[in-house]
């Protein structure tokens, strides 16, 4: 187990921008040494950790593609090594590649898959082994409320990996439990991110109508809810 007056390690993947940006800077702010993980965009990752640093919060960043079983496995192994232990982990890298099923290429559903449910899967199976060592540690993963609700039209492959995200993070709960590992998920609605703002505003009005307070969510209101449980 870490030592007690030793900072929590925090790896949150996809956290250069939207929520996992929110996540990342949340629990920094509750004290939480922050690996950034990215895949794409270096800057927009860098400006998170910088940040962080500005706030007095320590942060680093890494770049691995979570759909690629070993280089989750070499990422969580170069973090231990470094940082002695992963305390928690947020999965939050996602894409969506939407599009109605009878025109929905078999690459458009394999690479929501793989990032989404398989990356889940890679990063929790890796960090898991070392939170067992620790006999603590926390995981929490972004699902969506499309994984529990009936779907959205055009988003067959989003809410196939959605809801398999809920199905393993119940399973994993099961097995890591009695080792003080726990393993949750949290599923948003629309929140306001870059994912939502390529929505035409007819879109938009029509999907705030549904929502009992009459707007989308920010960011932040997910950040707060998955440090609760991590924290």
Same mark, same amino acid.
């Given at each position: 187990?870490?030592?007690? &007056?030793?900072?929590?390690?925090?790896?949150?993947? %996809?956290?250069?921008?939207?929520?996992?940006?929110?996540? +990342?800077?949340?629990?920094?702010?509750?004290?939480?040494?922050?690996?950034?993980?990215?895949?794409?965009?270096?800057?927009?990752?860098?400006?998170?950790?910088?940040?962080?640093?500005?706030?007095? %919060?320590?942060?680093?960043?890494?770049?691995?593609?979570? =759909? !690629?079983?070993?280089?989750?496995?070499?990422?969580?192994?170069?973090?231990?090594?470094?940082?002695?232990?992963?305390?928690?982990?947020?999965? &939050? =890298?996602?894409?969506?590649? !939407?599009?109605?099923? #009878?025109?929905?290429?078999?690459?458009?559903? !394999?690479?929501?898959?793989?990032?989404?449910?398989?990356?889940?899967?890679?990063? #929790?199976?890796?960090?898991?082994?070392?939170?067992?060592?620790?006999?603590?540690?926390?995981?929490?993963? #972004? =699902? $969506?409320?499309?994984?529990?609700?009936?779907?959205?039209?055009?988003?067959?492959?989003?809410?196939?990996?959605?809801?398999?995200?809920?199905?393993?993070?119940?399973?994993? +709960?099961?097995?890591?439990?009695?080792?003080?590992?726990?393993?949750?998920?949290?599923?948003?609605?629309?929140?306001?991110?870059?994912?939502?703002?390529?929505? $035409?505003?007819?879109?938009?009005?029509?999907?705030?109508?549904?929502?009992?307070? %009459?707007?989308?969510?920010?960011?932040? !209101?997910?950040?707060?809810?998955?440090?609760?449980?991590?924290?």
């Amino acid at each position: 187990m870490a030592e007690q &007056n030793k900072k929590k390690v925090a790896v949150v993947t %996809g956290a250069s921008r939207g929520i996992g940006r929110a996540i +990342a800077l949340e629990l920094a702010s509750r004290g939480a040494a922050v690996v950034i993980n990215y895949n794409g965009s270096e800057e927009r990752a860098k400006e998170v950790q910088k940040e962080i640093e500005e706030k007095g %919060g320590e942060a680093e960043i890494r770049q691995w593609n979570v =759909a !690629d079983f070993a280089a989750c496995e070499k990422a969580v192994k170069d973090i231990v090594k470094t940082h002695g232990s992963i305390d928690i982990l947020v999965n &939050n =890298a996602g894409i969506t590649k !939407d599009g109605l099923l #009878m025109g929905m290429s078999e690459a458009d559903f !394999d690479s929501v898959i793989d990032v989404n449910l398989k990356g889940t899967f890679n990063m #929790m199976r890796f960090v898991s082994r070392q939170m067992l060592r620790q006999r603590c540690g926390r995981i929490i993963s #972004m =699902a $969506s409320v499309v994984g529990n609700l009936p779907g959205n039209a055009g988003q067959a492959n989003y809410a196939a990996s959605k809801a398999g995200i809920i199905g393993m993070t119940k399973s994993a +709960a099961r097995e890591l439990a009695s080792r003080g590992v726990t393993v949750n998920a949290v599923a948003p609605g629309f929140i306001e991110t870059e994912m939502t703002a390529v929505l $035409s505003e007819e879109v938009k009005k029509a999907s705030a109508a549904q929502i009992p307070l %009459g707007h989308f969510g920010k960011p932040e !209101d997910i950040a707060k809810t998955v440090v609760f449980s991590g924290i």
